[in-house]
């Protein structure tokens, strides 16, 4: 507890030190040490799919960066630029992933007080597979103080890494982690997680209705978004749990429990709860279908391109102890792949109803890999009948919006941020080009492809090289 109070008290140093700002400083934040490298970049001869709506995409530009920021499209070419040339090449905002959970330092066993983590990650490792993918924002839904930890490594510039948005999450029932089971301590843990430094809540399965009503009315009182599953408890009145702001619903199957008929008539009218109430929804397609694949086999999991870059006992545990593997039944497999189906129908029910969809892919569940996921996630958000530019939307401008800092990231604009991802062919004409990614700028970092691909073979090496030492039947050695 005592941690989380000065984790709270510097980040609230930071925020003052930082000004008044739209949205959460410590997401807007510009790194505090200079970044290494060249500070002025002039992009030239770019397409740029700017993403501001209504905006077509403008061929052949040039985008001048400095200090961390976009300073203009189209303007002069100052002389001491680094010039860096985008002849054929496309350039989008840095995408979002909304819906994420980042590994961070901690312990199985713990034999006395003092002894608090004995897993030591490194940070750069677990996030350098989002910026080799161009992800340069991510919410973390189940937020610990040691996010709050990576997350000033990556301001201070120490790592480079994407912003990070912090969601506390709130439960029902008898586990461990902030439980509520009254109104009063739903309320109450709301005002702790502020003061925590927390900036969103995530509600989960277990909690009551009443308890959820309270937790959502509090967080509105103090400025905090709401995020997470539809409690277990609403079923048979899902339309109670969107009286009031309900923020997000973070999975599209969060619905399909809160009834059991796959029907595009329950589809259809979850969707207009949802429009009513003014709730997004992140679908997290991908998660659905990995979990469903690795229900059938882990054959698709052990030949994951991305594999090699995970740490090495969660790559054990994935392989050697995978729960959607270990509990599989014939009706299980069925029921999960009935699930992606539904979820496929909810989006498209859910885009006819105009409710925003965004992409997240609860990155860190089995088989769904930080960074490449999200490249998963929006094809599949194609698959489900959305255009390429509305996917790219899902992953760039919206999610923005929704975290409050549109303002300065998620669109390619002067005065924004320079959170940019350069491609190698033209995303809108085939969705999967996202994944051929020539560059990233991460806050004004500019990391290209040779770059990246160090950065990747050095984290594959180690991860191979110390492979031994972690198997996750061990974990309480460690
Ligand atoms: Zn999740």
Known sequence: MKLKYIAGGFLLFLMLSAGCRPGPA?????????????????????????????????????VIIKDGKIVSLNGPVPEQAMVIDGRGKWLIPGLIDMHVHI??????????????????????????????NGVTTVFELISKAGHFGQRNEILRGDVIGPRMALAAMINGGDGSGRIASTPSDGRQSVRLAKAEGYEFIKVYSQLDTETFKAIIDEADKQGMKVVGHIPTAFKGKTEEAFAAPFGMVAHADEFVRQTNEFTEAEAKRFAEMAKKSGTWVTPTLTCMVWIARQAR????????????????????KWLTANQYNRNKTPERIAYH?????????????????????????????????????????????????????????????????WLGIDSLTGTVEAGKYADLVLLDANPLDDINNTRKISGVFVNGRWLDKSRIEAMLADLSKRNTASKGKWEWSKRGEY
């Open 26 to 62: 410590s997401l807007t934040g510009r790194h505090r040490k200079e970044p290494a490298g060249p500070k002025e970049f002039a992009l030239v001869h770019v397409n740029v799919i700017s993403m501001v709506p209504g905006q077509e995409p403008v061929p052949d530009a040039t």
């Open 103 to 132: 590994p961070v330092d901690g312990h199985f066993n713990t034999n006395h007080p003092t002894r608090v983590a004995a897993i030591f990650t490194n940070t750069q490792d677990i996030m350098t597979p989002f910026v080799a």
């Open 297 to 316: 086999s882990l054959d698709d999991v052990k030949s994951l391109p991305g594999l090699q870059y995970v740490h090495p006992l969660l790559q054990s």
């Open 337 to 401: 792949e009935k699930v992606v189906d539904w979820n496929m129908m909810m989006v498209t029910a859910l885009k006819d109803a105009g409710v925003p969809v965004v992409a997240g892919t609860d990155a860190g569940t089995s088989g769904v890999i930080w960074g490449y996921s999200l490249h998963d996630e929006i094809e599949l958000l194609v698959k489900a009948g959305m255009t390429p530019r509305e996917a790219l939307a899902s992953a760039t401008r919206l999610p923005a919006a």
